[in-house]
Structures are given as C-alpha cells and as structure tokens.
Antibody, heavy 119, light 108 residues
Framework: EVQLLESGGGLVQPGGSLRLSCTAA????????MNWVRQAPGKGLEWVSV????????YYADSVKGRFTISRDNSKNTLDLQMNSLRVEDTAVYYC????????????WGQGTLVTVSS | EIVMTQSPATLSVSPGERVTLSCRAS??????LAWYQQKPGQAPRLLIYGASTRAIGIPARFSGSGSGTEFTLTISSLQSEDFAVYYCQHCNKRPPGSFGQGTKVEIK
C-alpha cells in the first residue's frame, strides 16, 4: 500500500524557518517525481514545488522561489521542504504528492501537515 | 504559465441529479488534464487523468471529456458521498500543473 506521511509542521514567526519532511512507503520512491502542494485555510490547492527522480532538477512556484528548497534522499525514501523567510501568507496545510514520469497526475497524496506563520 | 479556470464556483444539486463541471486552460494542454475530489479535512483524491481515464477504484458515474483548452467532469447521478470540492489540474511535465480554483458541489 502506498503511504506518504508528512511531518514537521507547526507554529513559526514571520521571517522564521521550518523544515517539512515526507516519508514514503509501499512503492519504489526513486522512480517517482515528488511534489509539494499547499492549501491555505478555506482556499484552493496551490502547487509549490517538484523534484525529479534523481534530485538534480527542481521547479518552484513564483510565490516561494528563492525562499523554499526541495530535496530528496532516495536511500531513506524521504522528501524535504526547507522553508525560509516565512510569511503570514505561507500559512497552509502542506501535502506531498507523487507523480509518475511524463505528463501524469499526482496519483497519491499524504494527509498533510499544517504550517502556521504568525507572531 | 498556464492558468486553469473552473466554473461554476459553487453548484447546488440534489442527490440523483446529473452534474457537469467545467475547466478551461489559458492555452492548450492537449489531454494532459486531471480532476481531483477533496472532502473536508481530507487530502485530494485523483478521479480522472488524461482528461478521460478514471483512476483506480473510481466509480463509473464519474466521467471526463475534452481536449485542448476545454474540459468537463460529469457525475451521472450524484450520490451523497460525492458532495465535495472538485479541482482540475494540467499535467504538463515542466513545470507540473497549476490547479483551478475549485468547484464546490453542495446539497440543494
């Protein structure tokens, strides 16, 4: 059974940093691109970042470019999101989601971890 | 950047009714379009990919159509468990997809 489990969320002050992790199980992690998607309270889904299977190609939404860094460790089946210079508008539930290679959808999602940026 | 626009924002329907949700892309995405269902407090669930292929375990009452810039998700006979928010997403490779703003299907 495919499982994705996010961790690391919490309360942080504006300008602070937080590191999210996503632990994968039940599939060959190194065969899938991985994404972070977020959802602000009461709002829709916003794609945040993607990393390719080998970890050497990444993309970011304009809203987080230069502040967030995505990375992966295929030996540990983990995906990370380092979030720096956090803003109030970064408050959201953060989901990790896997994606097959090519023009494919996000077929499995974790349950999400809540990040709250507030003073 | 490809912008996805969904309509309507909210749809009030009765159980058993046929429901049609629309999604428009700002430029052609071919058939690289997915639909997701999200219920309160839950993660999104993949319903449709490739514009018309149902994901594993999705009931046949869900169907998708369209290509290029215009897409439709149809629920042939709405069940109580189908009241949720539905999102479309383009699935182009680089970068992967932005989402539409969602359509909420609520009980009439």
């Amino acid at each position: 059974e495919v499982q994705l489990l996010e961790s690391g969320g919490g309360l942080v002050q504006p300008g602070g940093s937080l590191r999210l992790s996503c632990t994968a199980a039940g599939f060959t992690f190194s065969s899938y691109a991985m994404n972070w998607v977020r959802q602000a309270p009461g709002k829709g889904l916003e794609w945040v970042s993607v990393i390719n299977v080998s970890g050497d190609l990444t993309y970011y939404a304009d809203s987080v470019k230069g502040r967030f860094t995505i990375s992966r460790d295929n030996s540990k089946n983990t995906l990370d999101l380092q979030m720096n210079s956090l803003r109030v508008e970064d408050t959201a539930v953060y989901y990790c989601a896997r994606k097959e290679l090519g023009n494919r959808p996000f077929d499995y999602w974790g349950q999400g971890t809540l990040v709250t940026v507030s003073s | 950047e490809i912008v996805m626009t969904q309509s309507p924002a909210t749809l009030s329907v009765s159980p058993g009714e046929r429901v049609t949700l629309s999604c428009r892309a700002s430029q052609s995405v071919s058939s690289n379009l997915a639909w997701y269902q999200q219920k309160p407090g839950q993660a999104p669930r993949l319903l449709i990919y490739g514009a018309s292929t149902r994901a594993i375990g999705i009931p046949a009452r869900f169907s998708g159509s369209g290509s290029g810039t215009e897409f439709t998700l149809t629920i042939s006979s709405l069940q109580s468990e189908d009241f949720a928010v539905y999102y479309c997403q383009h699935c182009n490779k680089r970068p992967p997809g932005s989402f539409g703003q969602g359509t909420k299907v609520e009980i009439k």
